[in-house]
C-alpha cells in the first residue's frame, strides 16, 4: 500500500482503457517525479476538456460550443451526409480528403451481445436529420465487420424507402497494400472467398479437381 | 510433412516428456491410464488448435502449473517446420510457427494437418448430429482457409440472433423485427455458403466413403451419407422467415446450418439406430479414413495418421483391413496391448521411455 494520495491515483489510473495496474503504478510514479508545473498542465487540460468539449447537435462530432467545425462550415455540401460509427471515424474519412459532405455519428453498431439495439444509437436522430435538412444522399461508412455490416443494412433499409441515396463505401483490399503483411489477411481472405466462391463450394484448388 | 520431435512439458499428467517420430510408423505402448491419449492429444493441437476431443485449454495445463507447453519440430515441402504453443490457463494462448506469432490458432491447420482415429469416434455414428457436423465443418477447414471465416461469421451472426430473440421476451415490436431482418439476412448469406460448402464436401466423400467401408466390412454394401437441412431445401432466408414465430417464442435460432443433420445410412436403414455395434464400428473408422485419403488429394501433403488405441475395439480381420486401407504416410499408433502383425512399425516405444530418465 502506497501513501493514500498515491494510491487513489493509482487506482484513477488503472480505470482507464488499456491501462492495467502496472501502467497505472508507472505513470503515477512518473507524474510524482515531474514539475509540479507539468502536472498542473496535465490537470487542467482534463479539467478544459471536460468543460468546454461536448457533442454537436446537430451530427454529435465532438466540437467546443454548439456545433462542430464541419457543421458550423459553410462550404460544406449539407445535402450530402456520411454517417460513422463513432467519433475517431469521422477523422479517419476527413483524412482521405474526398468528403465535402457532414458527418453524422450513430455512437456505435447494433450488437445485441452488448445490448446495443438501434434504440442505443442515434438513429431517429438521423431520420430527423434527413427530413429536416433535405439530404439527398447518405454514404454508410460503417466498420466492415459483422455488426458494422449489420447496422449498414439496417439503415439502408430503413432510409431508402425517403427517396434518398443510399450508398455503402466500398469494402475490399486497399490499393497498394502489402498482400503479406498479417494484419491484411482476414481481408484476403474474404475478398478471394467473394471470386471463388460460386465457382469452387468447397475450396479446394482446381488442379486437384479430378471428380 | 512430417514431424521429428515433439516435447511437452506441464502438458495433462506429463510434466516433461519428448518423442522422436520415426518417418515411417511409430508405436507408443503403455498401460491404460499412463497417459497415451493425452500424449495424442498435445500433437494434435499443433494442428488443430484445440483438443481433438473437446476439452477446455484450461484442462491441457497440468495441476498445480499455470502454463503448459507444446513443441514440435518437423520438415514441411523441403523446410524446417517449427510450432510452438503456449497454453496459459488464465489470458490467451501464444502460438507461433517457425517463431513467427500467429494472430489466429485456427490458421495452425495450414502449418501442420493431423488424422486422429479414436476408440471415442464410435460416437460419429452414434451419437448425435453435432459430432458429424464437426467432423465435416473440420475437414472443411482443413481444406481452405475461407471455410473457417465462414464458419466463424455464422457462429458469430448466430450467438447475435439468439441474443436478440432472448431478449425481446416473446415480444413483437417493430424494432426487434426490422433487426431481426438484418440477422436473418446476415445469417442466411453465410449460412447458405456454409451449408452448400458441406453438401459438396459430403458428395465428394460419397467414393472414398464406400470403398472404405466395403474393405473393413468385407463386403459390398450401400452406405451413404446424406445432408438433411433443417431449413428443408429452402433458401435460409425463406426458411427463416417462415420459423419467426417460433424463434422469437422460444428465444432461439431453430433452423440453420446450426441445427442440420449429416445422416448415415447402410442399406436402406439409418446407421445410428439400426447398424450392428461392429457395422458403427467400421463406418466410425470408414468416415475418417474417407477425409484422410481426400485431404491426402486436395492439399498435396499428407496428414500425420494418428490411431489411438483404435485397435482392442477392432476383430482381427478389420484391424487387418484398416492397415492395410492406411495411405502411405507418416502414422503413430498407442496401444496397451499386442498390434495386429502386419503392423510393421519402425520404431516402438513405451510411455515410460518418453518421459523418465530412459529418454535419450
Same mark, same amino acid.
Not at chain 1, 467519433?87 to 479517419?92: E, H, N, S, T
Not at chain 2, 455458403?193 to 458441406?198: D, G, K, M, T, V
Not at chain 2, 470408414?286 to 495418421?305: C, D, K, Q, V
Not at chain 2, 484398416?322 to 496397451?336: D, H, R, W
Given at each position: 500500500m502506497y501513501?493514500?494520495p ?14 492495467g495496474?502496472?501502467s497505472?503504478?508507472? *505513470?503515477a510514479?512518473?507524474? /510524482? ?7 498542473? $498542465? ?6 478544459v ?8 447537435a446537430r ?12 457543421c458550423e ?13 463513432d ?6 474519412v ?16 447494433i450488437?445485441?451481445?452488448?445490448? *446495443? ?9 438521423l /431520420?430527423? $436529420?434527413?427530413?429536416?435538412?433535405? +439530404?439527398?444522399?447518405? +454514404? ?5 465487420? +459483422?455488426?458494422?455490416?449489420?447496422t449498414?443494412m439496417?439503415?439502408?433499409r /430503413? *432510409?431508402?424507402?425517403?427517396g ?5 463505401i466500398?469494402?475490399? /483490399? ?14 484476403? +481472405? ?12 468447397i475450396g479446394w484448388?482446381?488442379?486437384?479437381d479430378?471428380? | ?45 499443433l ?6 476431443r473437446?476439452?477446455?485449454?484450461e484442462a ?6 499455470d502454463?503448459?507447453?507444446i ?7 523441403d523446410r ?8 496459459s490457463?488464465?489470458g ?6 517457425n517463431?513467427?506469432r500467429?494472430?489466429?490458432?485456427a490458421?495452425?491447420?495450414d ?22 457436423r464437426?467432423?465435416?465443418d ?16 455464422v ?7 439468439n ?6 421476451h ?15 439476412q ?6 447458405d ?6 453438401v ?7 467414393e472414398p ?18 445432408y438433411?437441412?433443417s431449413?428443408?431445401?429452402?433458401p435460409?432466408l ?5 420459423v419467426?414465430?417460433?424463434?422469437i ?15 448415415l ?6 446407421a445410428?439406430?439400426?447398424a ?9 473408422l ?20 494418428i490411431l ?5 475395439e477392432l ?29 510393421e512399425?519402425?520404431r516402438?516405444?513405451?510411455v ?5 530418465e530412459g529418454?535419450?
Open positions: 501513501a493514500p498515491l494510491q487513489t491515483l493509482i487506482d484513477e489510473l488503472g480505470r482507464m482503457p488499456g491501462i495496474p502496472k497505472a503504478q508507472r *505513470i510514479f512518473h507524474l /510524482l517525479k515531474i514539475p509540479s508545473t507539468d502536472a498542473r $498542465r496535465l490537470a487542467d487540460a482534463i479539467v476538456v471536460k468543460d468546454r468539449v461536448s457533442s454537436c451530427c454529435f462530432n465532438v466540437c467546443e460550443g454548439d456545433l462542430c467545425e464541419f462550415d459553410g462550404r460544406r455540401d449539407g445535402s450530402s451526409v456520411c454517417v460513422v460509427e467519433v475517431r471515424d469521422v477523422v479517419a476527413e483524412r482521405t480528403g474526398e468528403f465535402r459532405g457532414l458527418y453524422h455519428v450513430l455512437g456505435g453498431a450488437s445485441p451481445i452488448e445490448g *446495443i439495439g438501434p434504440d442505443q444509437l442515434r438513429v431517429s436522430e /431520420l430527423e $436529420r434527413i427530413e429536416a435538412e433535405s +439530404i439527398s444522399e447518405v +454514404i454508410l461508412a460503417m466498420n466492415p465487420n +459483422i455488426e458494422g455490416e449489420a449498414a439496417y439503415l439502408a /430503413l *432510409i431508402s424507402p425517403l434518398v441515396s443510399v450508398t455503402k466500398a469494402s475490399g /483490399l486497399p490499393v497498394g497494400l502489402q498482400i503479406a503483411a498479417p494484419r491484411f489477411a482476414e481481408p484476403l +481472405i474474404l475478398v478471394l472467398a467473394k471470386l471463388v466462391q460460386r465457382a469452387n463450394p484448388p482446381a488442379w486437384a479430378k471428380y | 510433412m512430417r514431424l521429428g520431435s515433439i516435447e511437452l512439458t506441464n502438458f495433462r499428467n506429463y510434466e516433461t516428456l519428448s518423442l522422436d517420430l520415426a518417418p515411417t510408423t511409430t508405436v507408443v505402448i503403455g498401460d491404460n491410464g499412463t497417459g497415451k491419449t493425452n500424449l495424442v492429444e498435445g500433437i494434435a493441437w494442428a488443430l488448435g484445440a483438443s481433438f473437446g476439452a477446455s485449454d491441457m495445463v497440468r495441476v498445480g502449473q502454463k503448459a507447453f513443441r514440435g519440430e518437423g520438415v514441411r515441402q524446417a517446420l517449427q510450432v510452438e504453443v503456449e497454453l490457463r488464465v490467451r494462448n501464444r502460438v507461433l510457427v517463431r513467427q500467429l494472430q489466429r490458432v490458421d495452425l491447420g502449418a501442420l494437418q493431423v488424422t486422429v482415429f479414436a476408440p471415442d469416434d464410435l460416437k460419429l455414428v452414434k451419437g448425435g448430429p453435432a459430432n458429424r464437426i467432423l465435416i473440420r475437414a472443411l477447414g482443413s481444406l481452405a482457409a475461407r471455410n473457417r471465416a465462414t464458419q466463424q461469421e457462429d458469430r451472426v448466430l450467438r447475435q440472433r441474443t436478440l430473440l432472448k431478449q425481446a416473446g415480444r413483437r415490436t417493430a424494432e426487434i423485427e426490422s433487426t431481426l431482418d438484418v440477422w436473418d446476415k445469417l442466411s448469406t453465410s449460412g455458403a456454409l451449408i452448400a460448402s458441406r459438396a464436401l459430403i458428395k465428394r466423400l460419397a466413403l464406400t470403398l472404405a467401408y466395403d474393405t473393413l466390412a468385407r463386403g459390398r454394401s450401400d452406405v451413404s451419407m446424406t438433411r437441412a431449413s428443408h431445401d429452402l435460409l425463406a426458411a427463416l422467415a417462415a419467426r414465430d417460433d424463434d417464442r422460444r428465444g432461439t435460432t431453430t433452423v440453420g446450418p446450426h441445427r442440420d443433420e449429416v445422416a445410412a447402410i442399406g436402406s436403414m439409418p445410428r439406430t439400426h450392428s455395434q461392429g457395422e458403427q464400428r467400421s463406418l466410425a470408414s468416415l475418417r479414413l474417407a477425409i484422410h485419403r481426400l485431404l491426402i488429394e486436395t492439399l498435396g501433403a499428407t496428414p500425420l495418421l489411438d488405441d483404435v485397435f482392442s476383430d482381427d480381420h478389420r484391424a487387418r483391413a484398416l492397415l492395410s486401407e492406411i495411405p502411405v504416410g507418416q502414422v503413430l499408433m498407442t496401444t496397451a496391448s499386442s498390434l495386429p502383425a502386419t503392423a512399425p519402425e516402438v516405444l513405451s515410460a521411455e518418453l518421459v523418465g529418454a535419450s
